[in-house]
């Protein structure tokens, strides 16, 4: 039971952590293409040519379901990648604006989704506005800067919160005065690892989609599941920007995910 999942860089990690939780019997494979990191001001064509190289990589070690737990590669590959390898299982995240259908509370509050610039220009998003968010009860807003930030203190093993701070409010805040929210959606997987620098900036509580895209997918998955497999500890990472060869997997235990940079 094999189960590729893979971001441009860190931030679908944030992802794993959940699917490691409901999924704790099935072999995890993360490559993270950071390589090519950040996707979200590439062209579709780019950002499809590179999902297309990690699917065949994931292909050639057998794995037959796969997560793109990337937004932004989600908005601009998954139904390309759907008709070209028909023998795949995949899935994706995108932005939960659904969230403001299925939480009552939130009628009456101020929400703000924030998305990288290629999720909010996908026709996917575009879709997902019109269908969930009819009546423009969310504001939207993208960020230039913040998964390469995020990514950036990965590699230097500290976050610059002083950056990462600017850089929410120069995102969500517009010169308008109406600019107060109650709730922040976070629209792409870089974003819930700083989600208490988000609340402590626009004092606002953040939503993320990660345990109901792990646990749809559980349950999608639930008659591939063996349960005589033992539990893992642990599960394999790639970095493209490092490894050598693409043998290079390496064994990363789930616990070191508690703590940013994890490892
Ligand atoms: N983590 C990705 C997302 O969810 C994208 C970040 C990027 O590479 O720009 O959109």
Redesign the pocket.
């Known amino acids: 039971m094999k189960i590729g999942i893979f ?3 860190i ?2 990690l944030s992802v794993l952590k959940e699917v490691a939780h409901y999924m704790d019997r099935y072999d995890i494979y993360y490559l993270a293409d950071r390589l090519n ?6 062209t579709k064509q780019e950002v499809y040519s590179y999902c297309e190289a990690i699917v065949n990589e994931f292909l050639s070690i057998d794995i037959d379901t796969i997560l793109i ?7 601009m590959a998954i139904d390309e990648l759907r008709s070209n390898f028909p023998q795949i299982r995949f899935f994706g ?1 995108e932005p939960f604006i659904n969230v403001i259908n299925l939480r009552p509370e939130l009628i009456s509050k101020r929400g703000v989704c924030l ?2 610039q ?2 909010a220009d996908s026709n996917r998003f575009k879709y997902l506005q019109q269908k969930y968010d009819a009546n423009h009860t969310l504001e939207y807003r993208t960020s230039k800067m913040l ?2 930030l995020i ?1 950036e203190a990965f590699d230097s093993g500290r976050l610059d919160t002083h950056k990462i701070e600017e850089e929410i409010k120069s995102s969500v805040f517009t010169k308008s005065t109406k600019d107060s929210f109650d709730y922040i959606i976070l ?5 819930p690892f700083v989600s208490e620098v988000f609340e402590k900036v626009l004092g606002t509580t953040s939503i993320s989609p990660c345990a109901h895209v792990a646990k749809h997918m559980a349950s999608c998955l639930v008659n591939k599941l063996d349960e005589t497999q033992e539990i893992r500890d642990y599960f394999y990472f790639r970095d493209t920007s490092k490894a050598a060869t693409k043998e290079q997997w390496r064994i990363v235990k789930k616990e070191n995910l508690k703590g940013f940079p994890f490892f």
């Open positions: 971001d441009s860089g931030g679908g990191a950040p996707y979200g001001n590439k737990a990337c937004n932004s590669a989600t908005a995240i998305t990288t290629l999720t998964a390469k990514e629209g792409c997987t870089h974003y």
